[in-house]
């Protein structure tokens, strides 16, 4: 990426859009750019924290980071922020008021919706927030588009003094296609000018601002019928017109080239003229919009007929494949002659799933197989991480999972609410340092006000995991990998209130420890918190250590070290053993040596002492 | 002619941490190099972890949608030969199937839940026949053991589908060589071999 960094203007490059993104908010002479990580808007802030002349940040989360964008801009700068569609519920807050100050420095929201859900807990449509916060809202379809519209965002943003919300979906975020770069523009920045009728939304204010703001709107309503971000494509196919955004618009030209379509950029607030001037040219218009049916409401609501998920799905991405076959059945088109014969599947039955799950060596195979271990005795609230895969196999040890810091909140509720089934159960929350520090604090703050039962699991792995590993205030450095104050864990964890002697930091690779220590905790009736400290294994302070291998000679087949979930330990054979007259299954293991990084936790949960490291040369018989 | 030529479809596909990305890059840099335009599409998220990993590279005079229509794949690269089987309904007949016959055990197959398929690039050349794809297995791990490194693996299966692309297979094997002389020059040499050796398997 550091070659992107040095391109000159004029160069072609293959760029991801959050690559493109980057660039193009670079190049508008940002000064101020903030974010949290989030799958798949991360790589945004990431690259553009590469670039000098700006100051980049992770922030704690995505309603600081709007926050500090709106600072910047109040102060004239550009200012920039990026988050993921869930992100920008957090960041609701500050949004739903920004809309009546307005910006002075041109202020872009960049917010994406996981479409298809490949890594989010919701496939939610951010392009609500537009019509919500009354903001306008820019839909590029790939990276050239994102490139160029963030650039736009920006003009507008200054010319209608408001924020701009650039909603990005998956599909564009991680497709990488071909972009023209320019050169960063300077703009000087005036700083702040005290302005309370502006700035200061008591009522009194915020009453004279709020006829502005949709005067505003109105403005950019007849803006949008001449702007040239919505782009009409012609065609000579009459049967049908199309209303599309975003990169379905792509798929759509690639299934139907010969239909006329109206794409629209600026996708709020809507050319309705222009859309009602091509709805009589066709015969029947479509809108194809990812997810939810926003526009064709509004459309609708317009008096206009128009088709759109009726015909076609809410959900997930509208590729060609998708679109297809419904408006060919509007049309009365037969289905083209199938590109490939039905076929039978290459394996019957089909094939295994390879669901994602914990790294070798992952910190948290220890705390989950702990879990596991004393599994009916407990209720684990989840939260938003690698942790959440605590859920899957062979643990099944996490038994909720709803947003960014909800665990310790779900588990106080479970707590207070005395359930039955929950009598002599301990009600744990489990969570990891990013999202502790992200949304977690007030939780575990409000658990000990209110005097609740519940064992908080802090899980530092000194990163932001899921996302690839981003920094973050416990991690001791900045988004550039420069050194920044470190926060202190059960120091913070005991100044929210939780007693000195309830706080517990242990290694989660000590297996028998961390078990006592979990143990002990949820039998106290207060609220405690255990810090498990171990780096991820896909960071710099990871530590790789020498492999280990399983002793044929002294494994009894009993299976202990398949219970901890480790993908370096496989089955080598699985067997039966007689023993007293009673059958018992086993199953004998190895390790891969190539994905072991001596971790050692599988020595502990083997109580034959047959997993030694490798080097140490098998002495038959001896037992130490 | 009219209507414009149609994009050449290749699905990369794996594991999580096998180079998948890498690879799609290369080609769509080649692909760039020498005129084409290109979209390269990807989902990892979740997926970097041991989950199924694909690229849809789409290479062409002018590409609009990034992603590969079911059934139209002209040319996939397998680093993983179950993965091979799971994507290869996608494969149209006249197609091409460049799989490794490397397998990589999840641990739900291993912890017992499913099986493995017993005769996987078997199964494989069925399917092949029964579409109309043709199917080429390399023995792309044992070459990497050979050669000393199972990072080797991405320059191998690029190698070996280096005589099915709309460029040379020396242009292919010059951008991977100029990726490692700007990271790691020491390994340059190394992976020129292991692109020939690659290229050699799936050609015999």
Same mark, same amino acid.
């Given at each position: 990426m550091s070659i992107l960094v040095r391109a000159e203007a004029g160069a072609r490059h293959l760029l991801s859009g959050d690559e493109a993104i980057a660039r193009a908010v670079w190049e508008a002479g940002t000064r101020v750019s903030a974010g949290y990580p989030g799958t798949? #808007? /991360?790589?945004i802030l990431e690259t553009l924290a590469q670039y000098p002349d700006l100051h980049a940040q992770w922030s704690v989360n995505e309603k600081v980071a709007l926050e500090v964008a709106i600072g910047a801009s109040m102060a004239g700068a550009r200012a920039f922020c990026a988050m993921k569609h869930v992100g920008l519920n957090v960041a609701a807050d500050p949004l739903m008021t920004l809309t009546l100050t307005g910006v002075l420095g041109g202020l872009v929201i960049a917010v994406a919706d996981d479409v298809g859900m490949s890594s989010s807990q919701n496939e939610q449509d951010s392009r609500y927030w537009g019509r919500f916060a009354h903001l306008p809202v820019l839909e590029p379809a790939d990276s050239a588009e994102a490139y160029a519209m963030t650039k736009r965002a920006f003009e507008l943003s200054e010319q209608f003094e408001t924020a701009v919300l650039l909603r990005l979906t998956t599909r564009v975020c991680h497709v990488k296609s071909l972009v023209a770069l320019g050169s960063r523009e300077d703009r000087p920045v005036p700083g702040f000018t005290i302005n309370p009728a502006r700035w200061v939304m008591v009522p009194a204010n915020a009453r004279r601002r709020l006829p502005l703001q949709l005067e505003r709107e109105r403005q950019m309503a007849v803006y949008s019928e001449t702007c040239d971000l919505n782009v009409d494509a012609p065609g000579t196919d009459r049967r049908v017109g199309f209303v599309v955004s975003g990169p379905a618009a792509l798929h759509l030209r690639e299934a139907f080239p010969n239909a006329p379509q109206l794409k629209l950029g600026l996708g709020y607030p809507l050319p309705v003229g222009r859309i009602r001037a091509l709805a009589a040219e066709v015969d029947r218009l479509v809108v194809v919009e990812e997810t939810e049916p926003l526009i064709e409401t509004e459309l609708r609501a317009a008096g206009l007929a128009v088709h759109g998920k009726d015909i076609l799905p809410r959900i997930g991405e509208l590729t060609a494949d998708v679109i297809g076959p419904p408006i060919r059945r509007l049309i009365g088109e037969p289905e083209p002659a199938?590109? /490939?014969?039905?076929r039978p599947t290459a394996v019957q039955g089909g094939l295994f799933p390879r669901p994602p799950t914990l790294c070798a #060596?992952?910190?948290h195979i220890g705390v989950f197989s702990t879990l596991f271990a004393m599994r009916r005795k407990v209720v684990i609230m989840g939260d938003i991480g690698c942790y959440t895969l605590g859920a899957g196999h062979p643990w099944h040890a996490l038994d909720s999972c709803i947003a960014m810091g909800a665990s310790m909140g779900m588990a106080l509720g479970i707590d207070k609410a005395g359930g039955a089934s929950d009598a002599g159960k301990a009600i744990l929350a489990v969570l990891g340092d990013s999202t502790f520090l992200h949304m977690g604090l007030q939780g575990l703050l409000n658990i000990v006000y209110n005097r609740g039962n519940v064992t908080t699991l802090i899980l530092d792995n000194r990163t932001t995991g899921m996302t690839g590993g981003q920094n973050h205030p416990g991690t001791g450095h900045d988004v550039h990998g420069e050194s920044a104050p470190r926060v202190d864990f059960a120091q913070l964890v005991e100044a929210l209130g939780v007693k000195r002697d309830r706080i517990k930091v242990v290694d989660s690779y000590d297996l028998p420890l961390l078990f006592r220590t979990i143990r002990d905790e949820i039998k106290v009736p207060e609220p405690s918190v255990v810090i498990t400290a171990r780096p991820c294994t896909l960071i710099p302070e990871f530590e790789r250590r020498t492999p280990h291998q399983v002793l044929e000679d002294r494994c009894t087949g009993c299976g202990s070290c398949m219970d901890l979930g480790c993908p370096a330990i496989t089955v080598l054979r699985r067997d039966q053993r007689i023993l007293d007259g009673e059958t018992f299954d086993t199953t004998f293991t190895t390790i891969d040596s190539r994905a072991c990084t001596g971790c050692t936790m599988c020595v502990s949960a083997c109580s034959h002492s047959a997993i030694v490291p490798l080097t140490a040369a098998p002495s038959l018989g001896a037992c130490s | 002619m009219t209507a414009a030529l149609p994009a050449l479809n290749i699905l990369v596909c794996g594991i999580g941490g096998q180079g998948v990305m890498t690879a799609a890059e290369v080609l769509a840099q080649t692909a760039i190099d020498h005129g084409f335009d290109v979209k390269k599409s990807e989902v990892a998220g979740m997926a970097q972890r041991g989950g199924v990993v694909t690229s849809h590279v789409r290479i062409g005079p002018r590409v609009l949608s990034p992603v590969i229509a079911p059934g139209t794949v002209d040319v996939l690269a397998a680093f993983e030969v179950a993965e091979a089987l799971r994507w290869c309904d996608q494969v149209r007949p006249g197609g091409r199937v460049v799989a490794s016959s490397q397998q990589l055990v999840p641990p739900v197959v291993s912890g017992g839940l499913y099986a493995y398929p017993e005769d996987a690039a078997g199964l494989l050349r069925a399917a092949g026949v029964t579409v109309g794809f043709q199917v080429r297995v390399v023995a792309a791990g044992d070459i990497a053991a050979t050669l000393g490194d199972r990072k080797l693996i991405n320059s191998i299966m690029l190698g070996a589908l280096a005589?099915?692309?709309?460029?040379?297979a020396d242009a292919l094997e010059a951008k991977i060589v100029e990726r490692f002389q700007v990271r790691k020059p020491a390994l340059a040499a190394l992976n020129r071999q292991a692109f020939a050796a690659g290229r050699q398997a799936c050609q015999t």
């Open positions: 798949p #808007a /991360t790589e199938a590109l /490939t014969p039905p #060596a992952c910190p | 005589d099915a692309l709309p460029f040379p």
